[in-house]
């Protein structure tokens, strides 16, 4: 279904996943990992779940994963029940865990091929399709080695090569590029929208890094304490704290057009101070001329013009807070995330 | 789902914005991860079998592992079943040989302690082994090997019948071995037939079972090995010493007695012996079968449904 039919006839395409007030209680219900949650995902989008650690990210994804039950709501996963149908959900859709899966002991092609048989796959297709998925993330070389003497990159590849192995519609990925270089982090990126544009594929992923968010999420979801405290594109988050920032700087002894300039649509704010216009609008590029054109139309003369977006940075700090998060974790959620981040740096 | 979230409620504006990008709905990609899903095999024994397979490809491809689990009954036979051969005491004793075969075959149900003991140890190494089989529950939970099983849609049961699989196939190749140490250290041989070693296999493979299911059914919920390791030590030795796989019952105090009549091991032991070595049993052959078919059933449906319960939070 494309995304315009969506638009159109909203009722036509059922999103791919529908959560309706779902919560996560621990401990008998002492702690709230997520409370009351609820969000749509579109079939073809990437969607990001954007949060502080111990926000309530991985139990989401481990809810709609079937590996937990909520503790109350429910959710639609590619048009299954999570409570009532999660075999259904689970041959539906990929998983790549946040923690690193494969068996060290053996080798990443036999790690591939015991996925495929825990998803059933014919053996006929099962080698076919690990060669092609191990052909995907570029470790053909390496197939026939043993995990124990992969790089953190390289672990991170299988993983995903492991979540693909179901020919999933849509596909779960927890921190994906947790703790790894650079290089490894845009290689990984690019597989994802690979995934996206030219394989179709729904995508979910959570992360705590802003720029992983910026550039690949469609839509984001920033979830707090449990909570999603705002949901909307990169742009729309990143406008909701304020807007572009056009500074225009004039000749010093020219007259003050700031009323003027706060007449056009889209300014929010005008400050004037030194010969300096200090102006917040939404759609920054398409106001600058709009500003250029007026202060010209006077007569007037702009000597320099500068355009700053907000960073997403900022949004985020906006709707999460800023003071410093001392989250109590359990020992053992301490120690996967640990191990988790030792092994990608190996 | 009954309540509906209104679709499109705060989406309508990104959405047309990023239109541009989107894929259309054809013409069909030429990449192959979106070729049509091959039928797939849902039968819950392809699961089972790529799981177990996994477990015994680990063990089979680490031979150390394999001597060094073999040392132990090795040691057991050659050293204490040479050195402490509780036969001798009975030899030792003067008489004729005719009296001092009564008295072993009163004591012992069979003239050769070596051979009693030999059949212990056959018990001995399975018990060793299922022991252990929790261990590598608490290890995939670690390393999160087992939460991808189970974000996978093979069962639950199934996850933990392999770990159960792979332990006694493990328990049974290895006391196969020890069998063959033990004829070829002097075991008395004179009665054993292949309807007896495979009646004995048969009784050692419910006790695998049972016991297994037990260890794997323990380390369910533990991520912690110390935990289990101390678990571990708890019933092991327990379940050696009370039982007949070292010294004959009839020589135990009373209330000990009662407690290796309800150890499982005692059972095996008392079936392997009869049909190994045509030794006089304290039950009939009719009764360990069932007793030990009967522990191994129970275990293995107390596993699989404690599974379902237990490995979903």
Redesign the interface.
């Known amino acids: 279904m494309s995304r315009q039919e969506n638009v159109l006839f909203p009722e036509l395409s059922r999103p791919i996943i529908i959560v309706d007030k779902l919560s996560k209680t621990f401990n008998d219900g002492k702690i709230k990992a997520v409370d009351n949650v609820g969000f749509e995902v579109k079939e073809g989008e990437i969607f990001g779940f954007l949060g502080p650690n111990g926000a309530g990210k991985t139990t989401t994804i481990n809810m709609l994963t079937t590996l937990l039950k909520p503790s109350s709501g429910n959710a639609e996963v590619c048009g299954y029940d999570i409570r009532k149908h999660s075999n259904e959900v689970r041959r539906a859709v990929g998983v790549v865990p946040q923690e690193y899966t494969a068996d060290e002991e053996m080798t990443g092609y036999d790690n591939i091929i015991l996925c495929a048989d825990l998803y059933g796959l014919p053996r006929s297709d099962s080698k076919k399709h690990a060669d092609e998925l191990l052909g995907l993330v570029e470790l053909h070389d390496a197939a026939r080695r043993k995990v124990s003497t992969y790089s953190g990159g390289m672990r991170r590849r299988l993983e995903l090569a492991c979540g693909l192995i179901n020919y999933p519609k849509l596909l779960f990925l927890d921190e994906p590029t947790l703790g790894l270089d650079v290089q490894t982090r845009a290689a990984v990126w690019k597989y994802i929208r690979m995934l996206k544009e030219q394989y179709r594929m729904t995508l979910f992923l959570t992360t705590h890094y802003m720029e992983e968010a910026d550039t690949l999420c469609d839509r984001i979801a920033i979830i707090d304490h449990g909570h999603i405290v705002k949901t909307g594109t990169p742009e729309e988050l990143k406008a909701s704290v304020g807007g572009d920032v056009i500074t225009v700087t004039v000749k010093e002894r020219e007259p003050d057009l700031s009323p003027e300039i706060a007449q056009i649509g889209l300014v929010k704010d005008v400050k004037k101070n030194d010969g300096a216009y200090r102006i917040k609008a939404e759609l920054g590029e398409e106001t600058t001329p709009q500003i250029m054109d007026l202060i010209r139309s006077k007569g007037l003369h702009v000597t320099k013009i500068s355009l700053a977006k907000p960073t997403l940075d900022e949004a985020y700090l906006e709707f999460t807070g800023r003071e410093l998060r001392e989250e109590e974790t359990d020992r053992m959620q301490m120690f996967s995330q640990r191990l988790t981040m030792r092994r990608a740096r190996s | 789902?009954d309540?509906?979230?209104p679709?499109?409620r705060?989406?309508?504006?990104?959405?047309?914005?990023?239109?541009e990008?989107?894929?259309?709905?054809s013409p069909a990609?030429d990449?192959?991860?979106?070729?049509?899903?091959?039928?797939?095999?849902?039968?819950p024994l392809?699961?089972l079998?790529?799981?177990t397979k996994?477990d015994l490809?680990?063990w089979y491809?680490?031979p150390y592992q394999l001597l060094i689990s073999l040392i132990q009954p090795a040691v057991w036979l050659g050293l204490f079943g040479k050195a402490v051969n509780f036969g001798s005491f009975i030899s030792a004793g003067g008489g004729s040989p005719a009296q001092q075969n009564a008295i072993l075959l009163g004591i012992f149900g069979t003239t050769s302690y070596f051979s009693f003991l030999a059949c212990g140890m056959l018990a001995f190494i399975i018990l060793f082994t299922s022991a252990f089989s929790g261990m590598s529950v608490v290890f995939d939970r670690?390393?999160?090997?087992l939460?991808?099983?189970?974000?996978?849609?093979?069962g639950r049961g199934t996850v933990v019948t392999a770990k159960v699989l792979q332990s006694v196939a493990r328990s049974l190749i290895q006391s196969a071995i020890v069998l063959g140490i033990a004829v070829a250290l002097g075991m008395d041989t004179s009665q054993i037939t292949v309807l007896g070693v495979l009646g004995s296999f048969v009784l050692l493979f419910l006790m695998a079972m049972g016991l297994s299911s037990l260890f794997v059914m323990l380390a369910l919920r533990s991520?912690n090995w110390q935990t289990q390791m101390a678990i571990i030590n708890l019933l092991n030795l327990p379940l050696l010493f009370a039982s007949n796989a070292l010294f004959p019952t009839k020589l135990m105090p009373a209330w000990l007695r009662d407690v290796v009549k309800v150890n499982p091991v005692s059972y095996a032991n008392d079936g392997v012996r009869q049909l190994l070595l045509g030794a006089i049993g304290a039950n009939s052959l009719f009764v360990d079968f069932a007793y030990l078919i009967g522990f191994a059933s129970l275990f293995s449906i107390v596993g699989i449904v404690l599974s379902w319960r237990l490995l979903?939070?």
């Open positions: 789902m309540e509906k979230i679709p499109g705060e989406t309508s504006l990104q959405q047309a914005t990023v239109q990008e989107l894929p259309r709905e990609p990449q192959e991860p979106s070729r049509t899903v091959p039928r797939l095999n849902t039968s392809h699961g079998w790529a799981l996994r490809k680990k491809t680490n670690r390393f999160g090997f939460n991808k099983a189970l974000s996978t849609p093979v991520s979903s939070k």
